[in-house]
């Protein structure tokens, strides 16, 4: 055991464990919200048991960091259309002259800020363990199971978990981050009894790593495989079908395995509270770009009216598209990202070794042993203008050299979004933007057009240096790991 972990625990659970008169103020404000959004019920003849759930309940929030979560528990008789509407105009008049933002998780919910926490107002259905009607049903059943086995030791332990999630950049289930949400967290704890008993266990995780807090599988684990198919499975200790991982990103959660073993072989502050990095000027942004020597392209567009979740998947599926659509035009795509700062600017960009093509190509035809494609093959390319060379017979395979019509990756990008990107994948509220022409194509150092945002200098700064933060405080080398040999998971 690193001496130094506990000590570096103690720092930080004195910064992140709320005290007296902190609580006092949460509490009230909880308290204040349940009677705000239980008038506003009984006004809308909204019968609903409403509820304080979430972190604030358990009590593993973070000191300044509440998030305070009011559910409104609603018959079952209710229907799907009823929920979303009645309980948001409910919820919009409770926090009527706070600033109200429609979020969306399986259904729309309300998020606003009052003071320093953010409160959301989430509608579910008052169902019996089981018989669930929709995802956030399960809330209620959650906070009564980790409050009945947190005691208050392991919620500090959550606690620093937390904070070192936040730090390393992979705490947070929501579509922009992927990452591990506040249950995940409360069950690692509750699974491997620490903090660090935790990040050791992660640093030996494996694909396909199961975790039953319950023992609800029975050591049976070929069912999840074929159910969940993901790289991290965490049963929902109070719904046997449900992984509480299948938000994770694999590279969220491969990068807590290796931040875990970078802790755990150099144990620093810096891991729960990184410093600042500094944004790069122009003139630095362009001599990274410079001395990539490759090309950067981004596709820049304005306001989606919709919830913010639902604008950033559509901004991750329009990052796909494009990628994939420019690999099958014969770039060589190396890398891709996405930024949004979820109001007037939502860009992806894609990084091309080239941003001009070969004006020739090679296109492979039909095997010569079937005929009729052949045919098809020869008849469409013998004499046609944009054939360089042949068709001629490689191996078994008909080929020909043709010369590309458009050469330029703007060229080509812009005939492809001219229904919208439609064509090509981007999906609708993206591709209506592009068609109202609220977009930019922006090449390499057009992007520095950008950097007068102070959001999207940390982004393209980040982006641009590329290596996790911890590569830069410690030397590389990792931990010496007991066993590499892969346990899915062991019933403590």
């Not at 049963?235 to 509480?244: G, L, M, S, W, Y």
């Not at 090449?443 to 393209?460: A, P």
Request: charged letters at 30%; proline letters at 4%.
């Amino acid at each position: 055991m690193n001496s130094s972990i506990p000590k570096i625990s103690e720092k930080v659970l004195r910064r992140i464990v709320p005290g007296k008169r902190e609580r006092e103020r949460v509490y009230a404000l909880s308290e204040e919200l349940v009677q705000r959004v239980s008038r506003a019920a009984r006004t809308a003849s909204l019968k609903a048991e409403v509820s304080v759930q979430g972190s604030v309940a358990k009590d593993t929030w973070l000191s300044g960091e509440a998030d305070i979560d009011i559910f409104l528990r609603v018959d079952a008789g209710l229907s799907r259309a009823q929920l979303e509407t009645t309980c948001l105009a409910v919820a919009k008049e409770a926090i009527r002259g706070y600033r109200a933002i429609e979020r969306f998780a399986e259904h729309p919910y309300i998020e606003a800020f009052i003071g320093s926490s953010r409160v959301n107002i989430v509608p579910c259905y008052n169902v019996k363990k089981g018989m669930w009607k929709s995802a956030t049903d399960r809330t209620p059943y959650h906070t009564e199971y980790v409050k009945e086995h947190l005691d208050a030791a392991l919620r500090n332990e959550v606690r620093l978990l937390k904070r070192f999630m936040k730090g390393i950049g992979t705490y947070g289930a929501e579509i922009r981050i992927g990452g591990f949400s506040g249950m995940l967290c409360e069950i690692l704890i509750l699974y491997y009894r620490s903090f660090q008993k935790t990040l050791q266990a992660a640093s030996r995780w494996r694909e396909g790593t199961i975790i039953d807090l319950e023992n609800l599988l029975g050591g049976d684990y070929e069912d999840a495989y074929d159910l969940f198919d993901r790289s991290l499975i965490v049963i929902d200790p109070v719904d046997k079908a449900r992984n509480v991982a299948a938000a994770v990103r694999d590279e969220k959660l491969w990068e807590f395995v290796a931040f875990s073993r970078a802790f755990l072989s150099a144990p620093s502050l810096k891991f729960f509270f990184p410093p600042k990095r500094k944004w790069m000027s122009r003139n630095e942004f362009l001599r990274k770009l410079d001395g990539r020597e490759t090309s950067l392209v981004g596709l820049a567009f304005g306001r989606i009216d919709a919830p913010v979740d639902v604008v950033w998947g559509q901004i991750f599926k329009t990052e796909k598209s494009i990628a994939r659509f420019l690999q099958t035009r014969g770039f060589e795509v190396m890398r891709s990202s996405s930024f949004s700062n979820e109001g007037d600017l939502n860009l992806v960009i894609i990084e091309l070794q080239n941003e001009i093509l070969p004006k020739s190509m090679k296109r492979i035809g039909p095997p010569v042993e079937r005929a009729s494609e052949s045919s098809r093959f020869l008849e469409a390319h013998l004499r046609a203008k944009d054939t360089l060379s042949g068709p001629w017979i490689e191996k078994d395979r008909w080929v020909v050299l043709k010369a590309r019509r458009q050469l330029r990756v703007s060229e080509i990008l812009r005939e492809a979004l001219r229904d919208g990107g439609q064509s090509i994948g981007v999906p609708s509220l993206v591709a209506e933007a592009v068609r109202k022409k609220r977009f930019s194509l922006l090449t390499g150092r057009q992007l520095s057009r950008l950097l007068k945002s102070g959001e999207f200098s940390e982004f393209i700064s980040a982006y641009l240096r590329g290596e996790p933060r911890w590569l830069r405080w410690r030397p590389v080398d990792f931990p010496q790991l007991e066993s590499d040999s892969f346990e899915p998971s062991k019933h403590p």
